[in-house]
């Protein structure tokens, strides 16, 4: 997988970019990290810079991270997942711990994470209309500008949430849907034992301050943030207040 490294220090974080996204997803990061901190970012098979797999299955985005993991803990890093790269974080978690490779992951931070496959995705996976619905929303300049305008209230009024498919073919697009919609329920995350942090937006959707209960549920160890004025895009909405709850002040609070 093609990463990008920002930062030299010994404390290591690597995030995981969600559907649509690519490395440039933590890029809001960069001016807040500190001299003792280096962040890794990578694309993620199909995405960015990095070719597609020969089969787009959780496993084998999981075995790639997994090996990514194991070469970049300097013994331990950060393991931190945007939107639906939580998901993928949570399964990189959990076959190292149950292949005794846990002790390398110091530490999980979710940012509005989703625990459950949404209703409102079926149709683009739909083996009839799939592809249709796709093109005739985030495959399209107005499809993507109409999704944005319904989602306002999702977001602040500087960000666009489907910006990110402009630079994503529709083909991994759907390959990912495909994919997440395979994931277990929650419960399967359930023996990742490391530290975990959630960072919600404010103004998020109700599946993901839904999904953050659900979450502490399984994980007593779990700890929910709230970021002021941040809808679902909290790195890009509200980066200081991300910066600070990963980095190690305490900048939002804790719900």
Same mark, same amino acid.
């Given at each position: 997988m093609y990463v990008e490294r920002n930062g030299s220090g010994p404390r290591r974080f690597l995030g995981i970019h969600g559907w649509s996204g690519d490395h440039r997803t933590f890029d809001p990061l960069v001016p807040y990290l500190p001299p003792d901190a280096s962040l890794f970012a990578p694309d993620l098979p199909g995405c960015g810079k990095?070719?597609?797999?020969?089969?787009f299955r959780l496993e084998t985005v999981s075995e790639a991270l997994v090996r990514l993991i194991r070469e970049l803990a300097n013994p331990t890093l950060a393991l931190i997942g945007n939107s639906s790269g939580a998901i993928l974080a949570l399964s990189a978690a959990l076959h190292l711990t149950q292949t %005794?490779?846990?002790?390398s992951i110091r530490r999980l931070v979710l940012i509005d994470p989703l625990a459950y496959w949404p209703w409102y995705f079926r149709v683009f996976v739909s083996e009839s209309i799939g592809r249709y619905a796709y093109a005739c929303?985030? %495959?399209n300049p107005a499809g993507r500008?109409?999704?944005?305008?319904?989602?306002a209230g999702k977001r602040t009024g500087q960000t666009h949430l489907t910006e990110g498919f402009t630079a994503v073919s529709g083909a991994v697009a759907l390959s990912y849907l495909r994919m997440l919609r395979s994931i277990p329920g929650p419960e399967h995350y359930a023996p990742v034992k490391a530290p975990v942090d959630i960072l919600c937006g404010e103004r998020t959707f109700a599946s993901v301050r839904k999904s953050a209960a659900r979450y502490r549920q399984i994980w007593p160890q779990t700890r929910v943030h709230q970021v002021p004025g941040a809808g679902h895009l909290p790195l890009k909405e509200a980066p200081a207040a991300v910066a600070g709850r990963l980095f190690g002040k305490e900048l939002c609070p804790t719900i």
């Open positions: 990095t070719p597609p797999p020969q089969e %005794g490779g846990a002790a929303s985030f %495959g500008w109409l999704v944005n305008a319904a989602l």
